[in-house]
């Protein structure tokens, strides 16, 4: 299996920084794109940005300017750096991973547990 787990989440004011990590393990071949999502209390997960293996990038409007993706292929890892934090970014962040387990196999999207970013007006 794959294993995908968050840190760095946690309680922040409002123009603050948090660097959030998602580390991808267990059985995999390769990895395709990742990214990170988030789902606020009462609202549907969204899209927060995306890195390819290539390393193109790709954020929701809301983030622009604010958040930065970033992937070490080495490590199986994705970042997400946030500025500027506002209070409308408190969500649970979700990393997804894009993996497949064995050369032949097709992708398979695996997902960690979430980890909590709040920001205090």
């Known amino acids: 299996q794959v294993q995908v787990v968050e840190s760095g989440g946690g309680l922040v004011q409002t123009g603050g920084s948090l660097r959030l990590s998602c580390a991808a393990s267990?059985?995999?071949?390769?990895?395709?794109?990742m990214g990170w999502y988030r789902q606020a209390p009462g609202k549907q997960r969204e899209l927060v940005a995306t890195?390819?293996?290539?390393?193109?990038?790709d954020y929701a409007d809301s983030v622009k300017g604010r958040f930065t993706i970033s992937r070490d292929n080495v490590k199986n890892t994705v970042y997400l750096q946030m500025n500027s934090l506002k209070p409308d970014d408190t969500a649970v962040y979700y990393c997804?991973?894009?993996?497949?387990?064995?050369?032949?196999?097709?992708?398979?999207?695996?997902w960690g547990q979430g980890t909590q970013v709040t920001v205090s007006s």
């Open positions: 997804n991973v894009n993996a497949k387990r064995s050369s032949w196999s097709r992708n398979g999207s695996y």
């Open positions: 267990g059985r995999i071949f390769s990895i395709d794109a």
């Open positions: 890195i390819t293996s290539a390393g193109t990038t």
